[in-house]
């Protein structure tokens, strides 16, 4: 070590040694702004934020929170609790087990990241911080305070990594800019959570359903935004909220908790989806919800293609073409050249198995080839099924899909006398015709559930792994793996069709520009891949929850217009920059988190 | 176990002429080897001798150009899934395990060739399922006990020491329930307590009454372990016989270190070096020890 390196690290040393927050206040005193400065904020989103109703959601009014300052509250509700958790607030100690201060850093963040995106938009919108009324100044000071607060709160810095004196200038600056950023990433990195205790069985499965619930609530409160304003500050809040209970360590030990009891998970999962409907009361955002539903559940399906067994298939979206115009054709709509009307179920099985039929023709060559060249020819046959549909139109081919008209005015279904395209009054709420279609659409992903769990965890699932991790040593094991990519692909297809079927219903019309590769709505091809990849491959929670994103977001950000797919891709390179795993990642990539160096080789394993 | 039952001299593999021509190129030339039940047989060479692609003949990774193989009497199936149900089991020089499955599942899908539960058997779970996916486990957990990695079964295979890595392999081959098992190079980057783990695995597995098949560059290894020895060299096969045979072969020595460019000095060097490694051998090696006198000439 040269004179000149050490010389520089001098300051820096006891500090090392001594933990310190980020700025330079004590610690003591940060912790006492961050948790004072997160009471002060709960109480100040009861005052007014600005004087006029011209900005969205009504911030004028004294003593009710509105609109963007109940996230705010809900953020600063969070930050002092986790205050007074970093306290050892004895009956708080539950909400951080692995330590408060990295969690009250990030509500904190929240918070700060919320009340000040209000207060700029305010300003921004109606020209001027004078719109602002002192409610406006009070949270931005308190939410500053309490950010800076936390900030202060001491953390084990990393190891300081000498400098090579050799280096040219901008490489000591990338050295530096490295360090800086590791000192920050170590600032908001929490310990290892202690173990969750073992409950009896009554609590946990109460945990569970609290888990629900909250679930439940994000959900419904981020579907049923009103205006983009409201939706930013739900992603913001939501986002760095979540953050915040993951570096608690509460996320880490409810999905323990769920572990124990996966089934009863899933089944409450599914309740907790089927009270969705009542939350609402009318049929606007079922209408969002049955559209999440059906691409939630094909993206599903293709994970087990993708994620399971790691054939990058790009053009998915046919097969859910194939079943819904099945569906179509059979459904008596006047524009179907077949005079036919199924009922649902037989409608449901032509759709599925005209999918799947379709899966195995095209699986049946395509699958010989392996990696980039089955992309391209699944995209190519994406294609195809499109270009075909629309020229089955009578005049470039045989009359069967009606063109570019597509199959339009399909009837509404009724099952056993239940006629889905009325309202019903369940118990008081009226359920309409989303509703309705909503809870058919989904029996439809609880079938995909239990085929993907089932068939992920045997004999067939294994080997669907063991192709993906390495074709030439799954062969040399005895799999034919040919004939287990196929099965592979037609369950994925078929299931794709099947969703189909109640797709076609649910639109009304089924036209070949529904079913591209992509383009600005989902489903298409390239979302459906996005929503698996963006949520977690394998995993079963990783597609739904990236489905719900990449439809809620795009349609919420009206704003965002041509710019949708530019921020999307952003979005997305951000996303595989630094989290590859996912959302939700998998229980494998679980068993190897401790291990930083791996993540990379997953990707490339995608990849191919 | 039934193993013992089996008696030595039954022909497991019979391999006729094989030939594998890459284009212009002859890796493999006209190889003939046997392999009775419970023997095991090595593989040496020097580096690009054609051992591996003559192992990928034998597994239907390659279909030989010319020859045929057998195993235990059929002609084997040019599909290499179909090579491993037949009985043939293999493990890689470069270790290919599924990285991201565990240890057990490493070892479940080694069992695929002799379980037949399908897609709807799994979807639908009766009890045939439960019955067979527990047989499965048993099965496997047992292979696991048996090499020694027990405890080790929910860990990722990737996570696991390089031995242990080596090891899983041969579990995981020795899943589908082989009549013969091929190792190539069992114990490359290997230290010496592990090599002699491995030979005692090799001699357990032997025992079960499974033939084996070892390519090997390391001579303590392949002489200690191998009942007979095969020399193969640009492709073709240069000598085989017991470990005497071929350790005082000059044609092996001379594959291995080169052919001396002139008479005087180089005969003396190769005679130097024969020496110590005779030396070598009989010092270590506890069976063959007297066959110093053997080593002089046996054209």
């Known amino acids: 070590m040269t004179t000149q390196t050490t010389s520089s690290e001098i300051p820096d040393a006891p500090a090392a040694k001594t933990p310190a927050g980020l700025i330079g206040i004590p610690s003591h005193i940060g912790r006492a702004l961050a948790t004072g400065g997160g009471v002060l904020t709960v109480l100040s989103t009861f005052l007014a934020w600005t004087w006029t109703q011209d900005f969205p959601g009504d911030l004028t009014v004294y003593g009710y929170p509105g609109g963007l300052q109940v996230l705010v509250l809900v953020g600063g509700a969070l930050t002092t609790l986790l205050g007074l958790a970093s306290y050892g607030v004895k009956g708080l100690r539950w909400l951080a087990p692995a330590g408060a201060d990295a969690a009250l850093k990030f509500a904190a963040l929240a918070t700060f990241a919320t009340a000040w995106y209000t207060v700029i938009a305010i300003s921004y919108e109606l020209g001027g911080i004078v719109n602002l009324e002192p409610g406006g100044y009070v949270v931005a000071v308190t939410t500053l305070a309490a950010f800076a607060g936390a900030l202060a709160l001491?953390?084990?810095?990393?190891?300081?990594?000498?400098?090579?004196?050799?280096?040219?200038?901008?490489?000591?600056?990338?050295?530096?800019?490295?360090?800086?950023?590791?000192?920050?990433?170590?600032?908001?990195?929490?310990?290892?959570?202690?173990?969750?205790?073992?409950?009896?069985?009554?609590?946990?499965?109460?945990?569970?359903?609290?888990?629900m619930a909250v679930a439940l609530t994000v959900f419904t409160y981020g579907i049923g935004t009103e205006y983009d304003e409201l939706f930013i500050g739900f992603l913001i809040t939501a986002g760095f909220g979540f953050a915040a209970l993951n570096k608690s360590g509460l996320v880490a030990h409810a999905s323990q908790i769920t572990k124990r009891h996966q089934n009863i998970t899933i089944c409450g999962a599914f309740v907790t989806a089927a009270l969705f409907p009542?939350?609402?009361?009318?049929?606007?955002?079922?209408t969002l919800g049955v559209y999440i539903l059906i691409f939630a559940t094909v993206a599903l399906g293709l994970n087990i293609v993708v994620g399971l067994a790691g054939l990058l298939d790009l053009g998915y979206v046919a097969f859910l073409g194939v079943g819904a115009y099945a569906a179509a054709l059979v459904s008596g709509s006047p524009s179907s050249p077949f005079g036919v009307h199924f009922p649902f179920w037989a409608a449901a099985l032509v759709g599925a198995a005209a999918s799947?039929?379709?899966?195995?023709?095209?699986?049946?060559?395509?699958?010989?080839?392996?990696?980039?060249?089955?992309?391209?020819?699944?995209?190519?046959?994406?294609?195809?099924?499109?270009?075909?549909?629309n020229n089955l139109d009578g005049t470039s081919g045989p009359d069967l899909t009606n063109g570019s008209n597509g199959i339009s005015s399909i009837p509404n279904l009724n099952i056993l006398g239940f006629d889905l395209g009325a309202q019903h009054d369940v118990g008081g709420f009226a359920i309409g015709r989303f509703a309705n279609y909503f809870f058919l659409m989904l029996v439809i992903t609880a079938v995909v559930v239990l085929v993907f769990r089932r068939s992920g965890d045997s004999r067939i699932g294994r080997a669907w792994v063991a192709i993906r991790e390495d074709e030439t040593a799954a062969l040399a094991m005895g799999i034919n793996g040919f004939r287990v990519k196929l099965i592979a692909f037609a369950v994925g297809a078929s299931l794709a069709g099947l969703a189909g079927t109640v797709q076609a219903h649910v639109t009304y019309t089924v036209t070949p520009?529904?079913?591209?590769?992509?383009?600005?709505?989902?489903?298409?091809?390239?979302?459906?891949?996005?929503?698996?990849?963006?949520?977690?491959?394998?995993?079963?929670?990783?597609p739904l929850i990236g489905a719900s994103l990449l439809f809620l977001i795009p349609n919420k950000l009206q704003?965002?217009?041509?710019?949708?797919?530019?921020?999307?891709?952003?979005?997305?390179?951000?996303?595989?920059?630094?989290?590859?795993?996912?959302?939700?990642?998998?229980?494998?990539?679980?068993l190897e988190f401790h291990e930083e160096a791996a993540a990379p080789a997953v990707l490339s394993k995608t990849g191919a | 176990m039934t193993t013992e039952t089996i008696t030595r001299g039954e022909t497991v593999l019979d391999a006729r002429?094989?030939?594998?021509?890459?284009?212009g190129l002859t890796a493999v030339r006209g190889v003939d080897l046997t392999v009775n039940s419970g023997e095991i047989v090595g593989l040496i060479g020097p580096n690009g001798a054609g051992k591996t692609t003559f192992f990928n003949c034998l597994t239907g990774l390659y279909i030989p150009t010319e020859g045929e193989v057998r195993y235990k009497g059929n002609v084997l199936p040019a599909k290499s899934f179909k090579v491993t149900a037949a009985g043939i089991a293999r493990t890689f020089q470069n270790i290919r395990l599924f990285a991201n499955m565990t240890v057990l599942e490493n070892?479940?899908?080694?069992?695929?060739?002799?379980?037949?539960?399908?897609?709807?058997?799994?979807?639908?779970?009766?009890?045939?399922f439960h019955k067979a996916e527990r047989a499965s486990r048993e099965r496997a957990m047992e292979l696991l006990e048996f090499v020694g990695l027990a405890n080790k079964a929910d860990h990722l295979s990737r996570n696991l020491p390089y031995g242990e890595q080596r090891k899983l392999e041969i579990a995981r081959a020795l899943a589908s329930e082989p009549g013969l098992l091929l190792l190539d190079e069992p114990t490359a980057g290997m230290n010496p307590q592990e090599t002699r783990a491995t030979e005692e695995l090799v001699f357990a597995i032997r025992d079960k009454g499974i033939a084996v098949l070892v390519i090997e560059h390391d001579m303590r290894f392949i002489f200690n372990l191998c009942d007979r020895v095969a020399v193969l060299v640009q492709g073709e096969k240069l000598v085989e016989g017991d470990s005497a045979t071929v350790q005082g072969d000059d044609r092996v020595v001379a594959a291995y270190l080169g052919e001396p460019f002139e008479d005087a000095p180089g005969d003396e060097e190769v005679a130097e070096v024969e020496a110590a490694e005779a030396q070598?051998?009989?010092?270590?090696?506890?069976?063959?020890?007297?066959?110093?006198?053997?080593?002089?000439?046996?054209?």
């Open chain 2, 17 to 23: 002429g094989v030939t594998m021509r890459f284009g």
């Open chain 1, 356 to 389: 799947l039929v379709f899966g195995v023709l095209i699986g049946a060559p395509t699958l010989r080839l392996r990696g980039d060249y089955l992309a391209i020819v699944t995209l190519g046959f994406g294609e195809i099924f499109r270009i075909t549909a």
């Open chain 2, 107 to 128: 070892v479940l899908v080694g069992r695929h060739t002799r379980t037949k539960e399908g897609f709807w058997s799994a979807v639908l779970r009766g009890p045939g």
């Open chain 1, 513 to 542: 520009e529904q079913y591209l590769f992509a383009g600005p709505i989902p489903p298409n091809s390239a979302f459906l891949l996005a929503a698996v990849v963006l949520g977690g491959m394998g995993t079963i929670g990783g």
């Open chain 1, 559 to 590: 704003f965002l217009g041509n710019y949708q797919l530019f921020a999307f891709g952003v979005a997305l390179i951000l996303l595989m920059r630094f989290r590859p795993e996912g959302l939700v990642p998998n229980r494998r990539r679980q």
């Open chain 1, 154 to 211: 001491p953390f084990q810095r990393p190891e300081p990594d000498p400098v090579d004196p050799d280096d040219t200038g901008w490489e000591q600056f990338k050295h530096s800019a490295a360090r800086s950023w590791e000192t920050v990433k170590a600032a908001f990195s929490a310990e290892a959570p202690r173990p969750v205790g073992k409950l009896p069985a009554y609590a946990e499965i109460l945990v569970i359903v609290a888990v």
């Open chain 1, 278 to 286: 009542f939350t609402q009361t009318d049929d606007q955002y079922a």
């Open chain 2, 280 to 299: 070598a051998a009989s010092a270590t090696d506890a069976a063959p020890g007297t066959d110093n006198a053997g080593k002089e000439n046996d054209r």
